[in-house]
């Protein structure tokens, strides 16, 4: 459906799940094409170890898929095994008593008809009007099918005239009925997932593929493990590779920067710091595993370095100009300096992620509005961080001695020289 322009976005999507959660037995979500789209990504991305089942038919598949379980329960380093099968829809199953039927001079097919007809209806005949055609449907009423109490109470016409109940003749139960059916080409499946924890994934899987065998899986029926999990382990250890090559180019950036290893590493530790309130921010949103945290992450990491660096070069500035002795008092003129500069930075971009979730519809509350509370909590700590913290740092991290006594030596400081007019 479609949410007009002038409508409330959340009031409106509260009522459609006010709704959709009035029909008893399904399993519902409301949901937007974006989010479907990002938790489509999201569960290609990480699929989880999977053993799937394939067959015909869905009662031996539940059977086998459970059998399939116990072998991963019994396997070392495989925790928190389940069968992910679809939920099964309740409805209501008539099995005629052909003993009880007969008794009663009943025929089966009426007491079928008779049922079917209460519950699902039947069509007795067709309507024409403006060149079109509308069925006719006979059905009981929705008191008369309401409960099983009801329907059993039904009332089946016998050859001789009289009556007798369906409760009387048949067997009226609530059952599970599949409603959704997966399937790969022209097999149906389940899946069994589990988590993999203290041991190598090679030993689980050949642990896991020694029991398969011995499992006995009639005609048509197999399992097998899926390799996409094992694919994706190994994107996961590339993915950590790359992050420290990153990690070591940034360390690099920040040496190169500052001209101190020393201080390069202390203000990388503290970047980590800073972003703790977009971490919070995050986990109180639901959002810390969301492809929308990462480049809201990428911008307050580059927000909170960008700020280090220019607190530190003008520090740095200060004692190159006044030659001061490096201290405390130089550390607090230059925080003071840069007080105004971090709040009016950390407020216009904070102001301006404002009107995309305002203004944004049904994107910018399902999509921008978990990255602009991220980046606030972000904004939060990088300036406590850069006005509180980073000069603390410094002090205790800051120029050695000989720096101090000789601040013309800093490369930064011969390069802001040479760049000024």
């Known amino acids: ?61 539940r059977q086998k898929a459970e059998e399939v379980r116990q072998i991963l329960a019994r396997t070392d380093g495989v925790v928190n095994p389940h069968v992910d099968a679809p939920t099964q829809q309740p409805i209501v199953e008539v099995q005629v008593d052909l003993t009880a039927a007969q008794k009663a001079g009943v025929i089966p097919g009426d007491v079928r008809r008779a049922a079917a007809a209460l519950l699902q209806g039947i069509e007795v005949g067709n309507i024409y009007q403006q060149q079109k055609v509308f069925s006719v449907i006979v059905k009981g009423t929705p008191s008369t099918r309401n409960s099983l109490t009801s329907v059993r109470e039904l009332l089946i016409d016998t050859p001789g005239g009289g009556h007798v109940r369906l409760g009387d003749v048949a067997h009226v139960n609530m059952v599970g009925n599949e409603a959704v059916i997966l399937h790969d080409d022209t097999s149906r499946r389940i899946d069994v997932k589990a988590d993999i924890q203290g041991r190598a994934l090679n030993d689980v899987q050949q642990d896991i593929e020694k029991g398969l065998q011995q499992l006995q899986f009639p005609l048509s029926y197999h399992a097998e493990i899926l390799t996409k999990y094992a694919e994706q382990q ?110 009016m930075s950390a407020l216009m971009t904070a102001l301006g992620l404002l009107p995309l979730v305002l203004m944004g519809g049904v994107v910018g509350t399902e999509i921008i509005q978990p990255l602009v509370i991220i980046i ?41 020289s040479e760049d000024a007019p």
């Open 1 to 61: 459906m479609t949410v007009s322009a002038e409508a409330s976005y959340r009031d409106t999507a509260a009522a459609v799940q006010h709704v959709v959660n009035g029909y008893p037995g399904l399993t519902s979500k409301v949901s937007t094409y974006p989010q479907q789209r990002i938790e489509q990504i999201q569960q290609a991305a990480d699929p989880g170890f999977t053993v799937r089942v394939y067959g015909l038919d869905m009662a031996t598949l």
């Open 234 to 343: 190994n994107s996961a250890r590339w993915l950590w590779l790359l992050a420290a090559v990153a990690a070591a180019g940034i360390l690099v950036l920040l040496q190169t920067a500052l001209g101190s290893w020393r201080l390069g590493a202390t203000v990388f530790l503290g970047l980590i710091a800073a972003l703790s309130g977009g971490v919070l921010a995050a986990q109180m949103t639901g959002g810390i595993n969301s492809l929308v945290s990462l480049p809201a992450f990428s911008a307050l990491l580059g927000i909170a370095a960008r700020g280090s660096i220019l607190f530190i070069r003008h520090a740095r500035s200060l004692g190159s100009e006044d030659s001061p002795a490096f201290g405390p008092a130089l550390v607090i003129r230059s925080a003071r300096d840069r007080l105004m500069p971090v709040l």
């Open 376 to 416: 606030w909590g972000g904004l939060l700590t990088t300036t406590l961080f850069l006005l509180f913290v980073l000069p603390a740092l410094l002090l205790g991290f800051g120029p050695e001695p000989a720096s101090r006594t000789a601040p013309r030596n800093d490369p930064l400081l011969r390069a802001q």
